[in-house]
């Protein structure tokens, strides 16, 4: 790569003035170029004549050698007249609710359609709910209209922050035992299962211990999750 | 027609012939010489357009006769990604008026990411008796009121599949525009649509349709209801759930198992939007003989989703969210030998930060215990040359390899280095590698790698990648099946372009977009090439208000023998000769 930087000086349109792309009206007034159109083909034969005369349009002096040639077919650098310069180009989209996205303009590559689908699926889906009557019945508050909850549940010494439905469950029980499950395959707790408490960060910003209030009221107030070592 | 004494009755070929029914098979024998070109022009009865632009319909008319399947593809494969602005282009109606007036018997239409109004489909409906199947697969610009007239006239109507569309539904009644008489159906995928559809009518088109195969249903479908469908529906081979949530009622769910257990020949499983994991269960007498599981749309995650994946013994074909992780990847592995094909997408694509485990590792596990993986799409967080290089050793087999490490231009995490050399090494080793997206950082030296080993490779999706047109004509040079290409944010310019124009011709397409062509290379490449549509999409004006050096914002070149295109909006600007 380091040929390439030696080559930066060479100008990248110059060639084009004289450049035809159409054999038949190729006018071979620029006798360096060779007796053959540099362009086209993909095949090896004629690229290896366009290798040739490429260096000697370039005024190159070395012989066709390995296939570290290339390198040495163009003039090389990247083009001079657009603000490449290998930097991230982040584009800020406005998204349709007017917030501003940092993000890149379709990417990841996630099917725009889903995109769509998928809002508008979670106001379906929340209408669907409404009249088939959620799972965690007897914990559904008819007020907010909103029938997920979800929670970030982080675990002490685990990287990777959880998130879970906490209208899927219908008791502390049910909801340690899911816990257990989702955390325990990563850490081979097994027995261990013990040492480790669930706490809770209520709407006042205080971490509680679960299991002290009756299940309705955790749910109202409940914002995140934290599983913590006891200590001991 | 002339015919030598010495040939075989034409007759003798054109059932020889009815045997033949791939498109490359077909266009081979068609070119032996002028008679069979003549025969076979005749007898061909299945066409596919990979461009709609690349011919026009009286041209395909002329030449085959005797159709009675068309396909039909429209817009460039990034309008998936929202890269093509909304009005490019792919208006389905002026083939589909064509066909009316042509072809009276014809059978199958199936467009690919297509503009197809409400009045397209009423011409449809009412101008092929014989109507069978409609595919519309990403396409857009109708509602249910052309469903409806699809429904209404068409008698004969086999395959209904609506495969990812954006449909207008004001109405849930089309479903019951089709006649209590009609009873042919096999196919119904309308899992993308938005809102409720008559479910007693649902239900009775079900119940008396007893070859339908397909039913694929939208989320408004209520868990409870389903069970009644698959009871009216027991010979039914593949499912796409509504939604799978309801209260926990152990009636509901014994008549759910129940139902299940009733369909013996179910191979397919799809839907599960809101799974309630406590239904999950119900599923479980299937799974055994599923060959195919789609999760795409599921928020199961743990052991739910590891115990549900791990039941399906025979699966070949995967489709999950990345909640499954590497851990539920290993066991994937472990289960699931006749595994061919892959997919983990991400469920959240836009968080800074990775909500779930899951790595490079995953993939590597399901590539050393899955023998016949063939096509892979992964999305992930991070990689490795190590991973890619063990991974192209462990599946030679590969046909389709499709890698989106979220962060772009995100090096290998061990080494700091480039993916050129684990991505060099997916293509030396797969040897039979037909498509390939790339990502991560990743300089020209990948593409000298692609362009020396990828000698089959068909499709090839570049973002953020390559240094300099190094890259490019690498590419265009040393693929010889090369057929799309498609290219975004990349330090690609003029000159590769212009040094591979004639390559050009021999692709179906190429995509360029956020990369440094300018408008004068276009213009020139326009000019030159005669038989390549050159278009520039630009929404920021006219280019030659510009300098002619300044790059254009999207580029799409196509072959066609059909000459620029007319139904161009303001934002595109056919490169040639005249109009420029």
Partial sequence: ?232 | MLRKASSFPEEMLEHVLSFITSDKDRNAVSLVCKSWYEIERWCRKRIFVGNCYAVRPEMVIRRFPELRSVELKGKPHFADFDLVPDGWGGCVYPWIAALATAYPLLEEIKLKRMVVSDESLEVIAKSFKNFKVLVLSSCEGFSTDGLAAVAANCRNLRGLDLRESEVDDPSGQWLSRFPDSFTSLASLNISCLGAEVSFSALERLVGRCPDLKTLRLNHAVPLDKLANLLRGAPQLVELGTGAYSAELQPDVFSNLAGAFSGCKELRSLSGFWNVFPGYLPAVYPVCSGLTSLNLRDANIQGADLIKLVSQCRSLQRLWVLDYIEDIGLEELAACCKDLTELRVFPSDPYGAEPNVSLTERGLVSVSEGCPKLQSVLYFCRQMTNAALVTIAKNSPRMTCFRLCIIEPRAPDYQTLQPLDLGFGAIVENCKDLRRLSLSGLLTDRVFEYIGTYAKKLEMLSVAFAGDSDLGLHHVLSGCEKLCKLEIRDCPFGDNALLANAAKLETMRSLWMSSCSVSFRACKLLGQKMPRLNVEVIDERGPPDLRPENCPVEKLYIYRTIAGPRFDMPGFVWTMNGDSV
């Fill in chain 1, 1 to 232: 790569m380091e040929l390439q930087l030696g080559l930066r000086s060479l100008p990248t349109y110059n060639f084009i003035e004289n450049f035809d792309l159409n054999n038949d009206g190729f006018e071979p007034k620029d006798q360096m170029l060779g007796s053959k159109p540099w362009i086209i083909s993909c095949e090896d034969g004629n690229n290896m004549d366009n290798k040739r005369s490429s260096e000697v349009a370039f005024g190159k002096n070395t012989g066709y050698a390995s296939r570290e040639l290339p390198l040495l077919l163009w003039s090389g650098q990247p083009n001079d007249e657009d603000d490449w310069n290998g930097e991230k180009k982040i584009s800020c989209s406005i998204n349709k609710n007017g917030e501003e996205e940092n993000r890149v303009e379709g990417w990841p590559p996630i099917n725009s359609w889903r995109k769509k689908v998928l809002h508008h699926d979670q106001d379906q889906v929340r209408h669907v709910m409404n009249s088939s009557r959620m799972a965690a019945a007897g914990n559904y508050e008819n007020g907010d209209g909103s029938n997920s909850k979800y929670v970030k549940v982080k675990m002490e010494g685990v990287a990777i922050t959880r998130k879970i439905d906490l209208r899927l469950y219908n008791s502390y029980q049910t909801l340690t035992k899911s816990l257990t499950s989702m955390f325990a395959k990563c850490q081979n707790l097994g027995n261990d299962a013990a040492r480790y408490s669930l706490t809770y960060q209520d709407k006042d910003g205080d971490w509680l211990v679960a299991g002290d209030v009756p299940w309705q009221s955790f749910m109202e107030s409940v914002q995140r999750l934290k599983i913590v070592r006891n200590a001991g």
